[in-house]
C-alpha cells in the first residue's frame, strides 16, 4: 500500500502523515515514509530526538531519460534497498524514515 499526502502549506501534511505513519507501524506493518517537503521536518514530528540530521538522499539516485516514443521519464540509478540502506534512518515504532532531497541552492525551476 502507498499513501501520497500533499496539500497547501500549514494544512497538517505533516501532522497527519507522522500520526498515520506510526499507527500503521503499530499495527506491525513495516513503513517505509519519505519525507519529499524541500524544508522537511518530518523526522521531527515522528518523535525523532531534537538536533537530529538524517542524510538527505542526493539527486543522483534519479535520472531524467527520453524512451522510444520520446516521452521524459524519470528513473532510479539505484535499487530502492540500497538507497533505504545507505540513507534510511530508524525512528519510533520501527519506521524507517527516507529525507528526500532539500533545495540546496537557488536556479532556475
Ligand atoms: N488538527 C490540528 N489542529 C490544530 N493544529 C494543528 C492540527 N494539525 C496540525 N496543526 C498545527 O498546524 C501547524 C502546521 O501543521 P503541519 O503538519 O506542519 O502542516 P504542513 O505539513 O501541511 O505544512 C503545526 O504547528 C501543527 O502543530
Ligand atoms: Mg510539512
Given at each position: 500500500m502507498k499513501i501520497a499526502i500533499s496539500g497547501k502549506?500549514?494544512?497538517?501534511k505533516t501532522t497527519i502523515s507522522a500520526t498515520l505513519i506510526r499507527l500503521i507501524a503499530r499495527r506491525g506493518l513495516s513503513v517505509l515514509a519519505i519525507d519529499?517537503?524541500?524544508?522537511?521536518n518530518l523526522i521531527q514530528a515522528l518523535g525523532?530526538?531534537?538536533?537530529v540530521e538524517a542524510e538527505s538522499v542526493p539527486r543522483s539516485v534519479v535520472e531524467r531519460r527520453e524512451d522510444e516514443t520520446g516521452a521524459t521519464r524519470h528513473v532510479l540509478t539505484r535499487s530502492i534497498a540500497d538507497i533505504v540502506s545507505q540513507y534510511g534512518m530508524k525512528a519510533p515504532d520501527g519506521v524507517t524514515v527516507l529525507v528526500g532531497t532539500k533545495v540546496d541552492h537557488a536556479g532556475a525551476g
Open positions: 502549506g500549514g494544512s497538517g519529499g517537503d524541500p524544508n522537511p525523532v530526538g531534537p538536533g
